[in-house]
């Protein structure tokens, strides 16, 4: 080292261990308090977007699930309304969609338990009060024959009240609701 630059290195080097030097020491604490705020923010949003994510996959499942169960609830009205051209086909054709249907109304109840059990409760609740009348209607449905006009098609009023299942169906609404809020970010 020169014999001129020595002297200036040394003065900031003891400027910077005494803490008094001038923009040397004041920048050091300023760019680790930057550092962490930006890393702060960085944290709390993608925590943020994490949790939106998450409530928004809960919220399309949990309608999912209302789909499948709806669908449930028309089937009835298929089996009333098969194809009398093959009998045998179509038997299959909604037998095979039944076995499907009851597939994933038993993913989305497994996966309501286990997601939010309150959520699984009522839909396990909303789900059994519907299989106590879909089922009978389906029976009835098979057995009556296959009208040929469009009046006909439709199964007895009295047979299936699917307006007794309204307050099943709202049940389940308000726990998915009452969910989705504690999944909600806390600063929204």
């Known amino acids: 080292m020169t014999s001129l630059?020595?002297?200036l290195v040394q003065s900031a080097v003891s400027s910077v261990d005494s803490g008094t030097g001038g923009g040397l020491g004041l920048l050091l604490p300023a760019s680790v308090l930057a550092a962490l705020l930006t890393g702060t923010i960085n944290l709390t949003l993608?925590?943020?977007r994490s949790r939106e994510e998450e409530r928004a996959r809960v919220r399309n499942t949990?309608?999912?699930a209302f789909k499948?169960?709806?669908?449930?609830?028309?089937f009835p009205n298929a089996i009333i309304r098969r194809d009398t051209d093959r009998p045998g086909e179509e038997r299959q054709r909604l037998l095979e969609g039944l076995r499907q249907l009851q597939a994933r109304l038993s993913f989305y109840q497994t996966w309501a338990l286990l997601e939010a059990p309150p959520v699984g409760k009522v839909y396990v609740a909303l789900l059994?009060?519907?299989?106590?009348?879909?089922d009978k209607a389906m029976r009835v449905a098979w057995a009556e024959p296959v009208a040929a006009d469009d009046?006909?098609?439709n199964l007895d009023p009295g047979l299936i009240?699917?307006?007794s299942l309204t307050s099943y169906e709202e049940a389940y609404r308000q726990a998915v609701a009452v969910h989705l809020d504690r999944l909600a970010p806390r600063w929204s």
Request: proline letters at 3%; glycine letters at 0%.
């Open 5 to 7: 630059a020595a002297p």
């Open 46 to 48: 993608a925590r943020r």
């Open 62 to 64: 949990c309608a999912e």
């Open 68 to 74: 499948a169960y709806s669908e449930y609830r028309e």
């Open 128 to 134: 059994d009060e519907a299989r106590s009348m879909i």
């Open 151 to 153: 009046i006909d098609m």
């Open 161 to 163: 009240d699917l307006a």
